[in-house]
């Protein structure tokens, strides 16, 4: 168990529709992390936020938004869904933005979009 | 992100050592060796990282030659729980995101 929680395990909705992904990172962990993993795609960098403030982007579209919360849980939303937006997303934390400080990740949630 | 370059896929014996190679050889010199790896669909599992000097935890262990352009994950003793993919990254000291590339599938047979 990495200490980092994801909820729902799994979603499913229609195209069009809107859904908010939660994560609880470790305990004293100050950065979260996204990320999406659909097959044809590989594990793919989303967003970075470190104590509430923006700090990295990788290739998040602009339907999808996140932000993290003064308890320091994180929500990723996602509008305007696509059958392509089907995928595993992941929440990671780690302690600091530091380069030797671990990524811890979550069990992910599997979004459907049909 | 230094590139890392990994074999699609290797097979090991239950119970012997799985050595894991990783070449990175446009590694800068406070960049960061990581390895992770990913049990099916689950989300990926910290294994052990490193800057040069060799390291070991409970898990694994951690072999970076001295010009630091590969690496090696060591396995001691193979189990049929340690079949996942497993990814070589290397981190930049000045960005903080993992960059994943497609990693070595591990099937570990009885």
């Known amino acids: 168990d990495s200490g980092v929680t994801q909820t729902p395990k799994h979603l499913i909705t229609a195209t069009g529709q809107r859904v908010t992904l939660r994560c609880s990172p470790r305990?004293?962990?100050?950065?979260v992390y996204w990320y999406q993993q659909s097959l044809d795609q590989g594990l793919q960098f989303l967003i970075q936020?470190?104590?509430?403030?923006?700090?990295a982007k990788g290739n998040i579209l602009e339907r999808f938004s996140a932000q993290q919360f003064p308890d320091l849980h994180s929500e990723l939303n996602l509008s305007s869904l696509e059958l392509g937006d089907s995928a595993l997303y992941f929440c990671?934390?780690?302690?600091?933005?530091?380069?030797?400080?671990?990524?811890?990740f979550g069990n992910g949630t599997r979004l459907t979009v049909t | 992100d230094a590139k890392t370059t990994q074999p699609t896929s290797m097979d090991c014996a239950e119970g012997r050592a799985a050595n894991l190679p990783c070449n990175h050889s446009?590694?800068?010199?406070?960049?960061?060796v990581y390895w992770y790896r990913q049990i099916h669909s689950q989300g990926p599992q910290y294994i052990i990282h490193?800057?040069?000097n060799n390291e070991t935890n409970e898990m694994a262990s951690l072999i970076i030659t001295e010009d630091r352009k590969s690496s090696t994950l060591i396995l001691p003793h193979a189990t049929l729980r340690d079949t996942a993919v497993y990814y070589c990254?290397?981190?930049?000291?000045?960005?903080?995101?993992?960059?994943f590339g497609g990693g070595t599938r591990v099937l570990v047979k009885p």
């Open positions: 990671a934390s780690s302690v600091g933005g530091q380069v030797n400080s671990p990524l811890h």
């Open positions: 305990s004293g962990d100050l950065s």
């Open positions: 936020y470190y104590n509430g403030e923006e700090r």
């Open positions: 446009t590694i800068s010199g406070n960049e960061y």
């Open positions: 490193g800057l040069k």
């Open positions: 990254i290397v981190r930049q000291a000045a960005g903080n995101k993992l960059t």
